[in-house]
């Protein structure tokens, strides 16, 4: 089976520019997660969707980031403007579990956006 | 901030030697996973522990969990220079509607050949 699409693998931008970054999930799965992974920590949740609407954006930095699921398969997230501090590795997963979900699953990550703000 | 602390930060090991790597964490769960993370790589779903199992094997991995001292703890076994990767310890919880995975800082093990 396919896994977790993500483009582009590499980006490089200065501060103040507007990117954005794309993710397939695998075919079925309800739930996409986007995480931030600064270098030498682990992955941080940003944003949650279940199908297209989001269950938890409680650490999206919502003045310059944004996230969409248009029709509960592909997403994009957006940075707009770009900080120094966004340097870091976006990775997208997804998984199974439904909305009524008692048990988190394992989730299926993708290789990763590779993000460097100058 | 992150609930899952591992330790150690760093392991270097002989080729053939086990690993052990240990979660700490804060609150309460309803499992926890390990994930194998490769240079430059996304994130591998390594194995599953329920909050009401004490300790699970897959392979050459054997993960205990101990929900009194909320602490974890991943053995490799015969270790192989493959093995060289971080590893994350995420806890697993739900509440007010949404269910999600926190993750640790990892642990960074090398395998020597």
């Known amino acids: 089976e396919a896994g977790v699409a993500q483009s582009p693998r590499y980006k490089i931008i200065e501060k103040r520019q507007s990117v954005a970054f794309w993710c397939n999930p695998i075919s079925g799965h309800a739930t996409l997660y986007w995480y931030q992974q600064i270098l030498g920590q682990g992955p941080k949740l940003l944003i949650q969707?279940?199908?297209?609407?989001?269950?938890?954006d409680s650490q999206l930095p919502k003045d310059r980031f944004s996230a969409e699921r248009l029709k509960g398969v592909d997403s994009t997230l957006k940075i707009q403007p770009a900080k120094l501090e966004d340097s870091a590795v976006y990775l997208c997963a997804s998984s199974l579990e439904g909305s009524s979900g008692r048990f988190i699953n394992e989730q299926f990550f993708g290789p990763g956006t590779r993000l460097t703000v100058l | 901030s992150q609930q899952g602390e591992e330790d150690p930060q760093a392991l270097s090991i002989q080729e053939g030697e086990n690993a052990t790597m240990n979660c700490s964490y804060k609150t309460s769960i309803n499992n926890l996973q390990w994930y194998r993370q490769n240079s430059g790589r996304g994130l591998v779903h390594l194995i599953l522990i329920r909050s009401n199992e004490r300790e699970k094997h897959s392979g050459r991995l054997r993960v205990t969990l101990d929900t009194s001292k909320k602490s974890s703890s991943l053995l490799i076994t015969a270790s192989r220079a493959a093995d060289t990767a971080s590893y994350f310890c995420a806890t697993a919880y739900s509440g007010a509607g949404s269910y999600q995975l926190t993750f640790g800082k990892g642990t960074k093990l090398s395998v020597i050949p």
């Open positions: 969707f279940q199908n297209n609407g989001v269950v938890d």
